[in-house]
């Protein structure tokens, strides 16, 4: 069975920081990764996602995030967190190889970026 | 107008009614889903549809039913809803392609069942 793992409830972090919200997985196969952003009252959006090839991903709004597989681990990172950063992140695993090809979440992270 | 439309944003209702809520979507995606969401524990898949004649258990599927009127159109139904059945539930698509591929979600439907 796949699982993710999001072990921090809620990062907190200085406008202008860099930021870090960590995600491990569990997959029998390899794994396609996905980050998803939630602002208040709204569904979630689409980061971005690991699919093949580097293992540095880049996506919407300044984000990227690093593909692990030593480590199972696919950390999102900016260089420069912004007040407007502030949200729920949650971080998505797919097995392609199990039947049906089902996202599973992670519980997700709240990033609370100061002024 | 949002490519996922969810019907209604809102609802408050008392054990035991039934209860339907809807998602169109203007994607023209073949998959959709419904999502359950609850604090720290994400996002939970109660059924999925891959077209209009496939319809599929997520993890989560009891106390629920699900009806794909059209390749745009999936209801979610609680047909003896209950206080633990409150909660913010998605609906979301994906295009063919799938397994890649990224889910677009409505704006959610906040239930509360006293």
């Known amino acids: 069975a796949q699982s993710v793992a999001q072990p921090e409830d809620q990062v907190n972090v200085a406008e202008g920081n860099p930021l870090t919200v960590k995600c491990t997985y569990s997959?029998?196969?390899?794994?396609?990764l996905f980050w998803y952003v939630q602002y208040p009252n709204r569904g979630l959006q689409f980061l971005l996602k690991?699919?093949?090839?580097?293992?540095l991903v880049k996506g919407s709004y300044g984000f990227e995030a690093e593909f692990n597989k030593s480590q199972t681990s696919f950390h999102l990172k900016k260089p420069s967190a912004l007040v407007s950063d502030s949200a729920l992140y949650f971080c998505?695993?797919?097995?392609?190889?199990?039947?049906?090809?089902?996202?599973?979440f992670g519980g997700g992270t709240r990033l609370m970026v100061k002024p | 107008d949002a490519d996922v439309t969810q019907t209604p944003r809102n609802r408050i209702t008392k054990t035991g009614k039934r209860i339907m809520l809807e998602c169109s979507q203007t994607?023209?995606?073949?998959?959709m889903y419904w999502y359950r969401q609850d604090p720290g524990l994400g996002l939970r898949l109660i059924y999925y549809?891959?077209?209009?004649?496939?319809?599929n258990k997520g993890e989560i599927s009891d106390g629920y039913s699900v009806s794909r009127q059209a390749q745009a159109k999936f209801s979610l139904s609680l047909e003896s809803a209950i206080p633990n059945q409150t909660a913010l539930y998605f609906c979301?698509?994906?295009?063919?392609?799938?397994?890649?591929?990224?889910?677009?979600f409505g704006e959610g439907s906040r239930l509360t069942v006293l």
């Open positions: 998505a695993v797919r097995d392609p190889l199990s039947a049906g090809n089902m996202l599973t």
């Open positions: 690991y699919i093949t090839g580097d293992n």
């Open positions: 549809s891959f077209d209009v004649k496939d319809i």
């Open positions: 994607k023209g995606h073949d998959r």
């Open positions: 979301a698509t994906s295009d063919l392609g799938g397994v890649a591929g990224e889910l677009f």
């Open positions: 997959v029998s196969g390899n794994p396609y």
